[in-house]
């Protein structure tokens, strides 16, 4: 059965450092997503892309984190300087379709800041 | 931000009882999801419901859609173990660009043995 990966699982990493977190939707989808969740808190959204360029994100997506799709298959979430409520569970998710489309959600990348 | 409330927070319950936990919004949503969360693990889809007043069951889970489409429940009968986990609602955004699942916190549920 077809999945989003995510990878690193985990990442530990110092305050103020850049960290990317990748994703490989599956294959056929057409809209991806990044969501956190801080610990013991709710999913969080954080943006939405689609035909290469973001099509909503929220509040919480400020000039320090931007997202990529290098190539056919990525799709990156890069935050270039932690801080340290950063730290929380990433999930990558994409889906087939917009209106009321399932999502499929990775397994998340834990990131901790120190 | 249209916000979700869900309740109870936390249900602890017997094998074999049944349960409801609700998703409550000022919001409309446009369709909304139900996902179950296990620790560690990403969300997973149970069911989606678009229809305001919609009932639709999944084995032993029936999920429900306010008439306004502002809020929803699950009912589980019979709970088993194996339904233990997080429990997620969802209101799905949709604006001219793009498309949003917004979350609320969650119902943990514990169903022992």
């Known amino acids: 059965e077809p999945e989003v990966t995510q990878t690193p699982s985990h990442q530990v990493t110092q305050m103020g450092q850049e960290v990317i977190l990748r994703c490989v939707p599956i294959?056929?989808?057409?809209?991806f997503y990044w969501y956190r969740q801080i610990l013991g808190q709710k999913v969080e959204f954080l943006v939405s892309?689609?035909?290469?360029?973001?099509?909503?994100k929220s509040e919480i997506f400020d000039d320090q984190f931007s997202v990529e799709r290098p190539d056919g298959s990525n799709f990156t979430l890069k935050i270039r300087s932690t801080k340290l409520e950063d730290s929380a569970m990433y999930f990558c998710?994409?889906?087939?379709?917009?209106?009321?489309?399932?999502?499929?959600f990775g397994e998340g990348s834990r990131l901790t800041v120190l | 931000t249209q916000l979700l409330e869900q309740s109870p927070q936390f249900l602890s319950i017997q094998e074999g009882e049944n349960l409801t936990v609700y998703c409550n919004s000022s919001s409309v949503f446009s369709s909304l999801q139900w996902y179950r969360q296990e620790p560690g693990e990403g969300p997973v889809l149970l069911v989606t419901?678009?229809?305001?007043?919609e009932v639709k069951k999944l084995k032993r889970l029936t999920f429900q859609f306010g008439d306004a489409r502002k809020d929803s429940s699950l009912h589980i009968t019979a709970a088993q173990p194996g339904d233990t986990g997080l429990y997620l609602c969802?209101?799905?955004?949709?604006?001219?660009?793009?498309?949003?699942?917004?979350f609320g916190k969650g119902t943990s549920l514990l169903v022992t043995p």
């Open positions: 294959s056929n989808h057409l809209y």
């Open positions: 892309f689609y035909n290469n360029e973001i099509s909503e």
């Open positions: 419901v678009v229809t305001g007043g």
């Open positions: 969802a209101g799905a955004m949709v604006v001219i660009s793009g498309y949003a699942l917004n």
């Open positions: 998710a994409s889906s087939l379709s917009v209106f009321g489309g399932e999502l499929f």
